[in-house]
């Protein structure tokens, strides 16, 4: 084994080890193993997002009430409306009106894309905007239209990047 030269793989794990020992294949394999361990719950148990309707702010039950989607509901939607309330209020102010909830990706694009032409965000008309993320909890915000990555994945492609680097940077 000595004498064999090492793969690019047993570099990159070695590197992120910082171990100056080779790394058998044994010990390769359990590391890529455990690696793809903690990224199966995501995929198995579904993602969270945060729940509510019609809420008058971005706070309370908004930010605090979470619901595990159904397996099919891949993405987190938001949709703030701007609009007058049910009450009278003195010089006629509208209010934003913020409804968060698990969606799948094609209802939630369909919703978006319906209402484009609606999402034009004047303070002097009525609107309603969608927006669409991946991952658990990315719906805390109210920024329409920004959408993140998933963790486990940010982390995992941050690593190989960095790994990649280090080995053809010597």
Known sequence: MRGRPRSGLHK??????????????MNATLILCMLFVTCIPYYAY????????GQEHNDDKCI??????????SVC????EW?????W????????????????????????????????????????CYDCCNGSK???????AASSLKPQLLIL???AVLSIYQVFSR
Not at 64 to 73: A, I, P, Y
Request: glycine share 4%; charged share 20%.
């Open 83 to 87: 609009r007058f309330p049910p009450y």
């Open 89 to 128: 209020t003195p010089g006629g102010v509208r209010i934003h009106y913020i409804t968060k909830g698990c969606d799948t990706n094609a209802d939630c694009q369909r919703k978006r894309n319906t209402n484009k032409l609606h999402c034009k965000r004047d303070w002097w008309n009525d609107w309603t």
């Open 12 to 25: 990159i794990i070695s590197l992120l080890m910082r171990d100056s020992m080779p790394i058998s294949t």
């Open 77 to 80: 939607m938001t949709r703030v």
């Open 157 to 159: 492609l941050s690593a």
């Open 46 to 53: 579904g993602i969270e997002c945060y729940i509510c309707t």
């Open 64 to 73: 605090k009430t979470v619901n595990t989607c159904l397996e099919d509901q």
């Open 138 to 144: 990315c719906n805390y915000y109210v920024t329409l």
